[in-house]
């Protein structure tokens, strides 16, 4: 340790802290803004600027490390004008349209105005203005509102190695965008979103279907479905103020009802129907030297990614439609069979924790008798927004159930929602299946926690499985690098964003101050695993519903006709 004192208090720190933390260890609040914690620690913003004794200059307290005997001045006067004057500059270029911004009252920028009580711009001048960019199917780049933080910058380069935005010239011209000018569209981007969620302003958001969706609500002659995301539950309550955390599930189909949909239905049931069309692939192409491993194919970020980056494990992808994809392909088939509904008619909404499923919905790959499986993914944040739209007291909502015919799934389904989840819930059906017998412990923790890589190997009858699992494309660039040099597995679960879908891209915004020192991802993900462990059902192949379309549809996993409607071939 070593021996600081920050505005008078005398404090013992651990040595390798930045004066950030031990400040905020002692309870002292330093205003930060382009500091993320992990992601992006490079002092370019000034916010934190503090006074140290004997310092030719006021520091960045996110990159000093402490030191013995430091003397640290969080409040002196010539740190508040040095923070309002750095603040003052930043806004007098920076877009105000505050009253019909995404994002406002959620702005780290609009927060900081308020807390450190700028009252008035003392250097309005000349401002940039630059095109909006809002060619990508699920992002929009609105550079004016741009404050060069380069938070979105650390996370698509060094996090998820995607590396499409970067910062460009200098001074006054400095900008945050993509080679040559090039559209978000035209580079590529994974469509992930996660510099959406690291974003402290209104620059990059999700592209907004609410409209189209209000649109379909009006239009009699359609009959308009909703279906959700295992990971929306534990995150949409976050909309509403509610704690990290909190189980929605009830809350949100009432709320889904109440917006009108004719039928709102739970993602997971497909995530069942997933399971046993992915894990009848598995023990085929094991039984058969198939190609292996089997790589899960239900993160779109992670396929656009695979298609750009690692174009030779192709083949090594999963048929399977993405559980939403599946599910909106039975909506159009089984059920409009089952309920005489023509499918023309019939419009699915998805809502997904995630914006790189606005471009898979949108894929051509992804249809059946010229209809689009799913016609319009909304993230939660836009789900949230048409509840509010509504006027909907969602916190006070009475707790309803999904609706039938297709209610009904297990915990199996519910884990998709976070990194392991799909692997747990394969390993769950495929040991019974091999082992040809029921198991009473499903609980496969190797495979839990947000470590961003991890591995397990399993035996059952006889059969090794060797599984691995990565979140984030970085670590998936790791893993698949590993595979490259001859690392061998049988089953690989990759999802684009860290964590999983809890953590994905269309999820609620937390600001740097929240989810700097709390880890969202283990928060929600907890949160998922409750409701598993809640549920009566928590294997997918006693899923009755699943059992039914077999009967009634399929006849049995990976049937002619679950390849025709359930599975896809990804064209390059
Ligand atoms: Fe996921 Fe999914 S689990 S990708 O993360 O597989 O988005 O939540 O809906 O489709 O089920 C996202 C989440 C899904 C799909 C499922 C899968």
């Known amino acids: 340790t070593v021996n600081i004192t920050i505005d008078g208090k005398k404090l013992q720190v651990e040595q390798g802290l930045t004066i950030l933390e031990a400040a905020r260890q002692a309870n002292i609040k330093i205003p930060t803004l382009c500091f993320l914690k992990d992601i992006n620690e490079i002092g370019a913003c000034r916010m934190c600027l503090v006074e140290i004794k004997g310092a030719r200059a006021l520091q960045a307290s996110c990159v000093y490390p402490v030191s013995e005997g430091l003397e640290i001045y969080t409040q002196s006067s010539s740190v508040r004008e040095a923070r309002k004057v750095t603040l003052e500059l930043i806004l007098s270029n920076h877009e105000k349209k505050c009253l019909t911004c995404v994002r406002s009252r959620n702005c780290e920028l609009q927060a900081l105005a308020d807390e450190l009580n700028i009252k008035e711009i003392r250097f309005e001048g000349e401002t940039n203005k630059y095109k909006l960019d809002d060619f990508s199917p699920s992002i929009v780049r609105d550079q004016n509102k741009c404050i060069l933080c380069r938070r979105c910058v650390s996370m698509c380069k060094n996090v998820q190695t995607v590396n499409v935005i970067s910062a460009a010239e200098r001074g006054f011209k400095s900008t945050v965008g993509c080679a040559f000018d090039l559209s978000l569209?035209?580079?590529?981007?994974?469509?992930?979103?996660?510099?959406?969620?690291?974003?402290?302003?209104?620059?990059?958001?999700?592209?907004?279907?609410?409209?189209?969706?209000?649109?379909?609500?009006?239009?009699?002659?359609l009959h308009v479905v909703v279906q959700t995301a295992p990971a929306v539950r534990v995150a949409i309550g976050e909309e509403f103020g509610m704690p990290i955390g909190t189980r929605c599930t009830g809350k949100m189909v009432s709320a889904l009802s109440q917006l009108g949909f004719a039928k709102v239905f739970d993602t997971d049931t497909a995530a069942d129907l997933t399971i046993m069309e992915e894990g009848t692939e598995l023990l085929n192409r094991i039984k058969n030297g198939g190609k292996l491993p089997v790589i899960t194919s239900c993160s779109p970020g992670w396929i656009k990614f695979c298609e750009h980056n690692y174009p030779e494990f192709l083949d090594n992808l999963s048929s399977c439609k993405s559980p939403h994809e599946m599910f909106g392909a039975l909506l159009k088939t089984y059920y409009a069979e089952k309920m005489e509904i023509d499918p023309a008619k019939i419009f699915v909404v998805s809502i997904m924790p995630c914006t790189a499923k606005k471009y898979e919905a949108a894929r051509p790959e992804l249809s059946a008798n010229g209809l689009a499986d799913v016609d319009v993914v909304l993230t939660t944040r836009e789900a949230a927004r048409m509840i509010k739209e509504a006027g909907i007291d969602f916190v006070n909502l009475e707790d309803k159930q999904f609706d039938d015919p297709m209610g009904g799934a297990t915990g199996a389904g519910v884990i998709f929602g976070a990194t392991g989840g799909v692997m747990e819930a394969a390993l769950r059906t495929v040991a019974e299946i091999l082992e040809g017998k029921a198991f009473d412990n499903i609980e496969y923790t190797a495979v839990r926690g947000i470590e961003g890589i991890k591995e397990a190997t399993v035996v059952f009858g006889g059969k090794k499985v060797r599984a691995a699992v990565a979140s984030g494309l970085g670590n998936a660039r790791k893993l698949l690098d590993s595979m490259k040099n001859g690392e061998r597995y049988d089953f690989v679960e990759i999802m684009a964003c860290p964590g999983g879908c809890v953590n994905g891209g269309g999820q609620p915004i937390q600001p740097s101050s929240v989810r700097s020192w709390t880890d969202l991802r283990a928060e929600r993900a907890k949160a998922i695993y409750e409701e598993d462990a809640n549920l009566p059902i928590r294997k997918s192949h006693e899923n009755p519903v699943i059992k039914k379309m077999y009967d009634e549809y399929f006849e049995k996993p990976g049937s002619h006709k679950a390849h025709e409607i359930l599975h896809t071939h990804y064209i390059v």
């Open 185 to 221: 569209a035209e580079v590529p981007c994974t469509n992930c979103g996660q510099c959406i969620s690291v974003c402290p302003v209104g620059a990059l958001r999700e592209k907004d279907d609410t409209d189209k969706v209000w649109e379909a609500l009006g239009n009699s002659e």
